[in-house]
T-cell receptor, first 116, second 112 residues
Framework: DARVTQTPRDKVTEMGQEVTMRCQPI?????VFWYRQTMMQGLELLAY????????DSGMPKDRFSAEMPDATLATLKIQPSEPRDSAVYFC??????????????FGPGTRLTVL | GIQVEQSPPDLILQEGANSTLRCNFS?????LQWFHQNPWGQLINLFY???GTKQNGRLSATTVATERYSLLYISSSQTTDSGVYFC??????????????FGTGTQLKVEL
C-alpha cells in the first residue's frame, strides 16, 4: 500500500535552531507539495515541485525557509533559524501531475513542529 | 487577495442524514478543490472541480464558477465522514505560478 512518509512525526526545538523535515513521496509521483497548518492561519500551501524542480514557492517565507528535492525519493523543508511562530503541522503531499491538471494529491501524516 | 468562505462552520448530523456544505469565493478562479481532514489529522483530496458536477460514492460536488460558489453533498452520512471539510481555490498569478487559498473549513460530526 503506497503512501507518503514524513519524518520526524514530532519535533520540539528551541528558537534559533535549524529544523529539517523530510518527505518521501509515493514512488512514481513527480509532484510534491508542502503545506502548513496552524490554528491561526489554517492551511497554507508553501511550495510545490514537479520533476524535482520548484514550480512555485511564493507561499513560503524566503528569509528562513527553503525547500529542495535532492532526488526523486526525498523532499526536504528546512527552517533556519526557527521561531515560535513556525510552530505548526507541516504536511507533504505527492501526485502524478500539476495541481491544475486535477490529479489527486496523497498526503503524508504530517510533522508536528513546536518551537519553544 | 481572494476571500474563501465556508458555511456552515459547524454541523452535527445523525448517521444516515444528508448534508450540503458551501464554499463561496470572491473572485474568478482556475480551479477548486475539496479536502477532508479526519479527526486524527489525515488529509484527503476529495475533488478537483473548477466547474460542473462530480460524484464519488456518497459524495458529490458542484461548482458554479460564474456565481463563485461550490457545494459538497454528503448523502447517507456515516461516522467516518466526521472531520473538517476544506475548500481551496487556485488562481494563476500574473508573474507565474499558482496561488492556492483555503477556506476555514466546516467541522462535521456524524453521530450514531
Amino acid at each position: 500500500d503506497a503512501r507518503v512518509t514524513q519524518t520526524p512525526r514530532d519535533k520540539v526545538t528551541e528558537m534559533g535552531q535549524e529544523v529539517t523535515m523530510r518527505c518521501q513521496p509515493i514512488l512514481g509521483h513527480n509532484t510534491v507539495f508542502w503545506y502548513r497548518q496552524t490554528m491561526m492561519q489554517g492551511l497554507e500551501l508553501l511550495a510545490y515541485f514537479r520533476n524535482r524542480a520548484p514550480l512555485d514557492d511564493s507561499g513560503m517565507p524566503k528569509d528562513r525557509f527553503s525547500a529542495e528535492m535532492p532526488d526523486a525519493t526525498l523532499a526536504t523543508l528546512k527552517i533556519q533559524p526557527s521561531e515560535p511562530r513556525d510552530s505548526a503541522v507541516y504536511f507533504c503531499a505527492s501526485g502524478r501531475g500539476l495541481v491544475i491538471q486535477g490529479d489527486t494529491q496523497y498526503f503524508g501524516p504530517g510533522t508536528r513542529l513546536t518551537v519553544l | 487577495g481572494i476571500q474563501v468562505e465556508q458555511s456552515p462552520p459547524d454541523l452535527i448530523l445523525q448517521e444516515g442524514a444528508n448534508s450540503t456544505l458551501r464554499c463561496n469565493f470572491s473572485d474568478s478562479v482556475n480551479n477548486l478543490q475539496w479536502f477532508h481532514q479526519n479527526p486524527w489529522g489525515q488529509l484527503i483530496n476529495l475533488f478537483y472541480i473548477p466547474s460542473g458536477t462530480k460524484q464519488n460514492g456518497r459524495l458529490s460536488a458542484t461548482t458554479v464558477a460564474t456565481e463563485r460558489y461550490s457545494l459538497l453533498y454528503i448523502s447517507s452520512s456515516q461516522t467516518t465522514d466526521s472531520g473538517v471539510y476544506f475548500c481551496a481555490v487556485e488562481r494563476r498569478l500574473t508573474g507565474g505560478g499558482n496561488k492556492l487559498t483555503f477556506g476555514t473549513g466546516t467541522q462535521l460530526k456524524v453521530e450514531l
